[in-house]
């Protein structure tokens, strides 16, 4: 996993369309690109939005001088790449959004409360902020209710408190953070549901627009389809896009 990717689902009828970039789970030690990467981007082509699946480098001491930033410097090269290229692939530069699940979803949150710190050498004034963040069952802090082996994984067994509380990212919330949708079920009992709660709470108290769905059931890892309710959280998300107007 030394080499990353970004795999373009564009449609191409003409117009000019928002973008989403997908950013499957797996702990920071795989990826899931088939159900939380393909299937997703091509959920989002049938409603009208072009998507990237990005396969971005595993935290490795081996092949990265700083393991704590080597996925965020794939994501934000990613979103660089989209918005650098949006005229010729049909895309309003101005609606790219950013969706991860679980590990995933700490690295789009990573993304969306880590903008105005580059961990890339670019030197345009393309911004590195993503207009929407969706994040699915997120691994959002690496506090009490971290998922110990994503935590691990990014930023070692004995982090410092200073970089726990970095990539706690209900601690990086701020008035600029992009609006956010969030999904999770409550028996969630890989990645708690509290890392939900916490980052909704977040934006709360910076007043950046959000919603949330909360499942009774249906435990962690069940990408787009949740079969304990009849409720499909993708048509919740794109009413949401709607009212918000990133689905034109």
Same mark, same amino acid.
């Given at each position: 996993m030394?080499?990353?990717?970004?795999?373009?689902?564009?449609? +191409?009828?003409g117009t000019i369309h928002s973008c989403v970039l997908v950013i499957p789970g797996g702990g920071y030690s795989a %990826?899931?690109? /088939?159900?939380?990467?393909?299937?997703?981007? @091509?959920?989002? +082509?049938k409603i009208g939005i072009s998507a990237f699946v990005l396969k971005y480098r595993l935290p490795?001491?081996?092949?990265? %001088?700083? $393991?704590?930033i080597g996925p965020l410097q794939d994501a934000q090269s990613a979103l660089l #790449?989209?918005? $650098? +290229?949006?005229? @010729?692939? +049909? %895309?309003n530069p101005a609606k790219v959004g950013v969706i991860g699940f679980s590990a995933g979803g700490h690295l789009a949150s990573t993304l969306g409360t880590h903008f105005d710190k580059p961990a890339i050498n670019y030197s345009s004034n393309i911004s590195l902020r993503?207009?929407? #963040?969706?994040?699915?069952?997120?691994?959002i802090t690496f506090g009490t209710f971290a998922h110990v082996g994503s935590r691990e994984n990014l930023v070692g067994k004995n982090p410092s408190q200073q970089l726990t509380d970095l990539y706690s990212n209900e601690k990086q919330v701020t008035a600029s953070t992009p609006p956010t949708f969030l999904v999770h079920a409550e028996d969630d009992n890989v990645v708690p549901v509290q890392n939900t709660?916490?980052?909704?709470?977040?934006?709360? @108290?910076n007043k950046v627009k959000a919603e949330m769905h909360i499942y009774p059931g249906g435990g962690h890892g069940f990408g787009l389809y949740n079969s304990t309710t009849r409720d499909?959280?993708?048509?919740r998300? $794109?009413?949401?896009?709607?009212?918000? /107007?990133w689905l034109k």
């Open positions: 030394s080499i990353p990717s970004l795999t373009p689902y564009l449609l +191409n009828d %990826i899931a690109m /088939g159900h939380e990467g393909e299937a997703i981007a @091509q959920a989002f +082509n490795n001491d081996s092949i990265m %001088i700083d $393991k704590t #790449m989209i918005r $650098k +290229n949006a005229r @010729q692939w +049909n %895309i993503p207009d929407f #963040m969706v994040l699915i069952y997120p691994v709660l916490m980052f909704y709470d977040a934006l709360l @108290q499909f959280w993708f048509d998300l $794109k009413e949401w896009m709607d009212t918000n /107007g």
